[in-house]
């Protein structure tokens, strides 16, 4: 029998707030433990929490950017569960009415574009964390650190809508680039702030109805995510196949073996017992404030790829590596705005930019080559003052020094001579020093013609105007 697997994810996105959802407290990350908690996210008895207003604007820019309705009414519930690192016993989230729904997302695959639903988009809180074996001052044993208890998340829900593990990770990837974009998160995911939880099933291909999931929780990196559904499509599958039957149930992926295994049997939502938060009233967000908030939208990488085809005329390939973070495609958009040549920026900023700062370990927002800088050296190009090749060494220097491209042409004497009177002179004396080479070339060799290139350009020191040199190398070398 052959099966088709059906996955649904859902993803946590930690907010890039500085306080939490519902105290003042801090959200720095590795701060010593409990060092950033209050009587609020402590889970004191009395202590009343106040909704942060920028977790909702956050909220709402995910709705917008992902396509979903904003509810102008949401209702925060109290999802009940006992947990050591979570004082209250119970977790604020938001249940029947959450704050989007009914979103999608459009991924590529295999050449095409497939769309895959969000079912909702609901603002929670985090737990806080147990700190295993040897605490500072305590010894071996358990401590709980309650820093990130309160800390705001987002928690993204698709429809069982994806088929294969790769379209699980376009999906994941997708969405990881639109939160970092929005600045709602940081999306580092070894941090823990973008992580996934992977609903798996399989069914026989043809069948309309759907298998028994299991979800697997908490992967937090791509490669794990493509890993824990594959096999855990493949369990399935032959346990299916041995006569067995899936169970519902939470499983954990082990890196270390490639391997999901199973965790806790299944929980229903009613074994939560949710119900509304009485300490928060329903949120109630104005047509006004959404309208706002999308205006304040930046363009998304997907707008950005298709201009940067349509207007600019870039390939495929150089739209999708110029927009793979919103810094990138902001220096790119600024040497465009000053005037740089769209392709020559594109190759600029794919190539020695790119070499540059992963060599310095920088990231392109800490580029010491600013926009206005490198538009000026691919001027110099562009108007024949300096070679494609001199420029490099201008770039290194620009790089180093912090010096505009046209001080280090001067200062450097480093003008590219495309003078004929000039190069026909050094023409002269190389041909005149390599006869033997001359009558070859003559002879019909042509292949030295690459060799008296070589030559002008080393004895012109690399500032002979190499489409000069080549015109005029010929007709000498013709006689
Ligand atoms: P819970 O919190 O109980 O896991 P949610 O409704 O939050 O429930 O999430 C369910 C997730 O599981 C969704 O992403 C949904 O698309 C996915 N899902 C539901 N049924 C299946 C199925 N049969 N196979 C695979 N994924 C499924
Ligand atoms: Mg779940
Ligand atoms: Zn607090």
């Not at 904003?70 to 016993?89: E, M, Q, T, W």
């Not at 429809?159 to 939160?179: G, T």
Request: aromatic share 6%; glycine share 10%; proline share 5%.
């Amino acid at each position: 029998m052959n099966y088709q697997a059906v996955i649904g994810l859902e993803v946590h996105v930690q907010l890039k707030t500085d306080t939490k959802i519902f105290c003042g407290c801090s959200t720095r990350f590795g701060a010593s433990p409990n060092s950033q908690t209050c009587p609020v996210c402590l889970g004191m008895p009395g202590a009343l929490p106040v909704l942060n207003r920028k977790v909702v604007e956050f909220a709402i820019r995910a709705g917008l950017a992902t396509n979903c309705r904003i509810a102008p009414r949401s209702v925060f519930a109290r999802k009940n569960y006992f947990y050591p690192d979570l004082p209250k016993g119970y977790q604020i989230s938001q249940f029947e009415l959450p704050i989007c729904q009914n979103g999608h997302l459009d991924i590529e695959v295999d050449g095409g574009v497939k769309r895959i639903g969000i079912t909702r988009i609901h603002m929670e809180e985090d737990a806080g964390k147990l700190v295993h074996s040897d605490v500072p001052g305590l010894g071996s044993g358990s401590g709980v650190d309650l820093n990130r208890a309160c800390t705001p998340l987002l928690e993204i829900v698709s429809e069982p809508d994806l088929r294969s593990a790769d379209e699980a990770v376009a999906y994941l990837r997708k969405l990881h680039q639109i939160v970092v974009y929005l600045g709602i998160s940081d999306g580092n995911m070894e941090e823990g702030s973008f992580r996934c939880d992977a609903n798996v099933s399989v069914m026989p291909v043809g069948s309309t109805t759907f298998g028994t999931r299991t979800e697997t929780k908490n992967v937090n990196s791509f490669r794990f995510v493509k890993q824990a559904i594959e096999y855990e499509i493949e369990r399935q599958i032959e346990l299916l196949g041995e006569g067995g039957k899936v169970v519902q149930e939470t499983r954990l992926f082990d890196p270390n073996s490639g391997e999901t295994r199973s965790m806790r049997g299944k929980e229903e939502a009613h074994d939560y017992r949710y119900f509304p938060d009485p300490d928060l009233v329903p949120l109630v967000i104005s047509n006004d404030w959404v309208a706002d908030v999308a205006l304040s939208l930046p363009e998304l990488p997907e707008a950005r790829r298709s201009r940067y085809r349509s207007e600019l005329g870039l390939s495929d390939y150089d739209a999708e590596v110029l927009t793979a973070t919103r810094e990138m495609a902001e220096y790119f958009e600024a040497c465009i705005a000053l005037g740089a040549p769209a392709k020559g920026a594109a190759n600029w900023v794919m190539g020695e930019v790119t070499r540059a700062l992963n060599e310095a370990g920088k990231g392109i927002a800490e580029c010491p080559v600013a926009p206005a800088r490198l538009t000026a050296l691919l001027q110099l190009i562009e108007k024949g003052t300096i070679s494609g090749k001199i420029a490099k060494t201008v770039f290194d220097e620009m790089w180093t020094s912090g010096k505009a491209p046209e001080a280090i042409v001067e200062e450097k004497g480093l003008v590219q001579v495309s003078d004929t009177g000039e190069i026909e002179r050094i023409i002269d004396g190389i041909m005149a020093a390599n006869m033997g080479q001359v009558e070859e070339f003559r002879g019909g060799k042509e292949k030295v013609f690459g060799f008296f290139v070589g030559q002008v350009m080393r004895a012109s020191r690399g500032k002979a105007n190499p489409a000069v040199v080549n015109e005029l190398l010929l007709k000498k070398l013709k006689g």
